[in-house]
């Protein structure tokens, strides 16, 4: 395979991760949401939250840059079943948990207003991102063994048993037990920004937790960043050949997918062919570094990888040029010298 691995880590560095200063932007407005909820809830007279926990994507750092700020921040608030309790003491459902948190932090200054959605509450930005608010309680229940302590989420179908943490500790779990942790959550994001590449399959293809799923799955960690990527995308089409579904990680019995045949899932496995078809040509004895760095913009459907190689021409004609100008001014310099020692100099 051309070794083209430098260039695929440099556009994940600088076209896939995403860079600090938007970072530090969603965790500010995240702090101004959680701000805003609590003297919400407060000025409401409704119960504080316990904690925040932050999760999806966001919290295991598997985020990519989008052109459109079309960003998922997921920020689950917690509570206390015990304080979840509506105007007649009865115990809050799932749905009323939700309006309550839909409430709070509507402060009338949203262009468009908060959503119930249904498994969280939906906050909406200007730039074109959003922020999802799911809703747990803290369930603790008195045992021969004494207290236990489990979390619930205010779903469409009810209180059901989840908590956010589980999914992040499961993937730092995957990351220590892989043989390159840190180049997993890389190529995690590439798979993902391969996925969001075209306006049009966004909608079609596997959400990006299975993608997720499946990148812990199947990574193998390499030497070569390409070598990486493209046997990750292999992996993971012959895996889904074989099967469709994907398994959720912590929930026993739940699955990402939709039955044996999920088209999501075969939408992916589609995409994937049709990236390793076109990287084919990398493989052929005759691939020149124009022709490889073409395929790889074929694939996510960018130029950044033969713009590359136009900085490099550039470069590479600038250098002689430097280099004689240079030569020129050493020699002009050295025979500057001579005159000078023989006495040749011109005197004030």
Same mark, same amino acid.
């Given at each position: 395979?051309?070794?083209?691995?430098?260039?695929?880590?440099?556009?994940?560095?600088?076209?896939?991760?995403?860079?600090?200063?938007?970072?530090?932007?969603?965790?500010?407005? +995240?702090?101004?949401?959680?701000?805003?909820?609590?003297?919400?809830?407060?000025?409401?007279?409704?119960? *504080?939250?316990i904690e925040f926990v932050k999760q999806g994507s966001y919290a295991m750092k598997t985020m990519c840059r989008d052109p459109d700020n079309d960003y998922d921040i997921d920020d689950g608030v917690y509570f206390h079943k015990k304080d979840l309790v509506g105007d007649r003491e009865a115990e809050m459902t799932s749905l009323q948990a939700r309006w309550m948190v839909r409430d709070a932090v509507?402060?009338?200054?949203?262009?468009?207003?908060?959503?119930?959605?249904?498994?969280?509450?939906?906050?909406?930005?200007?730039?074109?991102?959003?922020?999802?608010?799911?809703v747990y309680r803290r369930v603790v229940t008195d045992t021969v063994f004494g207290e236990e302590v489990h979390y619930e989420l205010a779903a469409s179908s009810g209180w059901k048993r989840s908590d956010a943490r589980d999914v992040s500790d499961w993937?730092?779990?995957?990351?220590?037990?892989?043989?390159?942790?840190?180049?997993?959550?890389?190529?995690?994001?590439?798979?993902?920004?391969?996925?969001?590449?075209?306006?049009?399959?966004?909608?079609?293809?596997?959400?990006?937790?299975?993608?997720?799923?499946?990148?812990?799955? *199947?990574?193998?960690?390499?030497?070569?960043?390409? +070598?990486?990527?493209?046997?990750?995308?292999?992996?993971i089409r012959d +895996?889904?050949?074989?099967?469709?579904?994907?398994?959720?990680?912590?929930?026993?019995?739940?699955?990402?997918?939709?039955?044996?045949?999920?088209?999501?899932?075969?939408?992916?496995?589609? *995409?994937?062919?049709?990236?390793i078809d076109t990287l084919e040509p990398l493989f052929q004895a005759d691939c020149t570094r124009e022709k490889a760095l073409n395929c790889w913009d074929k694939v996510f459907a960018t130029t950044f990888f033969s713009e590359r190689l136009e900085e490099e021409q550039r470069a590479s004609v600038s250098?002689?040029?430097?280099?004689?100008?240079?030569?020129?001014?050493?020699?002009?310099?050295?025979?500057?010298?001579?005159?000078s020692s023989a006495g040749g100099g011109r005197h004030a």
């Open positions: 395979m051309f070794d083209c691995a430098k260039d695929v880590r440099a556009y994940h560095d600088q076209d896939v991760t995403l860079p600090k200063s938007e970072q530090d932007a969603m965790r500010d407005r +995240r702090n101004s949401n959680r701000t805003r909820l609590r003297n919400g809830l407060d000025k409401a007279g409704k119960p *504080k939250p509507d402060d009338g200054k949203f262009k468009y207003a908060p959503e119930v959605r249904s498994n969280c509450v939906r906050v909406f930005y200007e730039k074109g991102y959003h922020v999802d608010l799911p993937y730092e779990d995957q990351r220590a037990a892989s043989a390159n942790g840190i180049q997993l959550r890389r190529i995690n994001r590439d798979l993902k920004k391969y996925a969001r590449s075209r306006y049009s399959w966004r909608g079609s293809i596997l959400s990006g937790f299975g993608i997720s799923v499946l990148t812990t799955e *199947k990574f193998c960690a390499k030497d070569r960043e390409d +070598r990486a990527l493209y046997d990750a995308m292999v992996a +895996r889904l050949n074989w099967n469709l579904v994907v398994a959720h990680p912590v929930t026993p019995g739940d699955t990402i997918t939709s039955g044996a045949d999920d088209a999501k899932a075969r939408y992916f496995r589609a *995409k994937l062919t049709e990236a250098a002689p040029a430097i280099i004689s100008s240079a030569g020129l001014l050493s020699a002009t310099a050295a025979a500057a010298d001579a005159v």
